[in-house]
């Protein structure tokens, strides 16, 4: 009491070597509940710092975004009454440099619009490293 403590030091102050993470803000547009939960496991197994926010459909889309703000935005191609497409090209209109990208469990996707990281069936397991690289270049 009555001493000086010092200055207030965050983590990485303290610790010059630290990791500092970003979390995060991904919004997810997936019909499919156990996919959207898969992708969560996924991005948790992976040690990622993530909020993540789902809409179903092109209603939910538009009201997430009235609320949430991302810093990625994934989203499945084939969706009910509504295209992947479609929300990558609206996410885009708003948030240019918002990064993309388009899941897809065929093989000939349509080309985007938009720029897009494009991953097929094959390629899904590539999704939490490519986040990681997000998370790092913040």
Do not use: C
Not at 50 to 71: C, D, G, Y
Not at 81 to 110: E, K, M, Q, V
């Amino acid at each position: 009491r009555g001493e000086d403590p010092g200055p207030l030091l965050g983590g990485a102050q303290r610790d010059p070597h630290r990791a500092v993470t970003t979390t995060l803000r991904i919004l997810l547009v997936e019909d499919s509940v156990d996919d959207a939960d898969l992708l969560r496991f996924q991005l948790e197994d992976a040690g990622l710092s993530f909020e993540l926010r789902w809409a179903s459909s092109e209603r939910m889309l538009l009201e997430t975004l009235e609320t949430f703000t991302p810093t990625v935005a994934v989203s499945d191609l084939n969706l009910p009454g509504y295209s992947g497409l479609s929300a990558l090209a609206l996410l885009h209109a708003r948030w240019p440099d918002l990064p993309l990208i388009l899941l897809t469990g065929a093989d000939d996707t349509p080309t985007p619009d938009v720029p897009a990281i494009v991953l097929g069936k094959t390629e899904l397991h590539r999704l939490p490293a490519l986040l990681a690289g997000l998370q790092a270049s913040d």
